[in-house]
């Protein structure tokens, strides 16, 4: 969901207005819900990555943001991507209780570990070393998953970065045993953390044959203890009446990137390496890192068969135009997963797709 600004890609070229206020976001998720979409899922951001885009600059903070969508939908589950060092556990456990009160049981949390010196370098935080930034998220989803699911007054924890005496929270939450919780990482340390403790793992990948062997290798971690564990990945999905077109289309994103920012997000990534190529650099501006399902609708809705074929039971689609890209893939790519048994649970007689609204089409100023 585009809840940052500028979140299709690290571009100036735009083919809408900016869609990350809240009205455009809301318009969106009832389109989603109508389309028969399963989630929808935000990008967790405190400051953005300069440059002219200001890349993900004004961004909608994701408790809240998630709380004013669940009130306004009936069906669709609203995640909110929460940044563990910016946030006391007790806290989140409240108010994703409160969430999932409010939506009857339609809310689920993203936990993120945190890797901006920039972001938490303003909030006076220091970004831990790796490992320990994954052990504390272990921390923070024990404490969690305590407060949530044990007798009021009985949950106890020590950690270096908490300690919860008697932990109370109450309500707990309307699912059982609590909301689905999610990892986004690929390390070796988030795998650990997902296996013992999480419902999903969200992950970025590179290529096909890459997603299969992470895919494997974390549901089997997971299975090693008795557990559990889907996977989805975030691919940017761009299509047009000729793979040409949509290729161009591409091009122009690309022609048009913001080297400024896109310069500043690989380096707070230390992804400025020197080994990746021109064109995997390129790649990376769209959605920032996501995984380019580009053609016509048909050959989007097998590339997206085969990364379902992989064994990722999700996927987290970036959009260059949120809205009317939600109702065109209801229209144009749905059916085609549908017809191939590859999406579950889409209320699609009773939410019919709305007609495009073509207002939507004209270029931006
Ligand atoms: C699907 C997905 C969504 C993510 N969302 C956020 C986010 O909203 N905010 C954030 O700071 N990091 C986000 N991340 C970054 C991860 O939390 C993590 O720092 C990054 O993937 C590197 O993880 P690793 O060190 O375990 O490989 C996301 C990653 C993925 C794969």
């Not at 929808?40 to 200001?54: A, Q």
């Not at 793979?243 to 048009?256: G, L, Y």
């Not at 920012?261 to 400025?272: F, H, I, K, V």
């Amino acid at each position: 969901m585009p809840n940052c600004s500028n979140m299709a890609a690290i571009s100036t070229h735009r083919i809408t207005e900016d869609e990350w206020d809240y009205e455009s976001n809301k318009r969106i998720a009832l389109a989603a819900e109508a389309a028969g979409f399963d989630f929808l899922f935000p990008v967790s951001r405190w400051r953005g990555f300069g440059g002219v885009t200001d890349y993900l600059g004004t961004s909608l903070e994701t408790m809240t943001w998630a709380s004013a969508l669940l009130a306004v939908t009936s069906r669709i589950r609203v995640y909110s991507t929460v940044h563990v060092p910016a946030f006391n556990p007790v806290v989140v456990a409240k108010m994703g209780a409160t969430l999932d009160h409010i939506s009857k049981g339609r809310w689920g949390i993203n936990l993120v570990s945190g890797w901006s010196k920039e972001e938490f370098g303003m909030m006076g935080l220091d970004i831990l070393p790796h490992a320990e930034r994954y052990q504390r998220t272990r921390a923070f989803i024990e404490i969690l998953k305590g407060l949530w699911t044990q007798p009021p007054g009985s949950f106890n924890h020590e950690s270096p970065w908490y300690r919860v005496t008697g932990g109370y929270s109450l309500p707990q939450p309307v699912q059982s045993p609590h909301p689905p919780i999610v990892n986004a990482g690929n390390s070796e340390d988030a795998r650990e953390v997902i296996a013992d403790h999480c419902d999903w793992a969200f992950m970025s990948m590179a290529g096909i044959e890459g997603a299969r062997a992470m895919v494997v290798d974390i549901k089997s971690r997971a299975v090693a203890r008795g557990r559990a564990v889907k996977a989805a990945c975030f691919p940017f999905v761009l299509w047009r009446e000729t793979r040409a077109e949509a290729e161009d289309e591409v091009a122009r994103i690309i022609a048009h990137k913001d080297e400024v920012a896109s310069g500043n997000w690989l380096r707070g990534l230390n992804l400025e390496s020197g080994s990746f190529d021109r064109f995997t650099l390129d790649m990376l501006t769209l959605g920032a890192g996501a995984y380019p399902v580009i053609g016509t609708a048909k050959e989007v809705a097998e590339q997206l068969a085969e990364i379902h074929a992989a064994g990722l039971d999700g996927v987290l689609m970036v959009f260059q135009a949120y809205h009317r890209d939600t109702l065109r893939f209801a229209q144009e790519v749905l059916p085609l997963l549908r017809a191939q048994g590859i999406v579950g649970n889409l209320a699609s007689h009773e939410h019919p797709p709305q007609p495009i609204d073509t207002r939507e089409d004209s270029t931006c100023p």
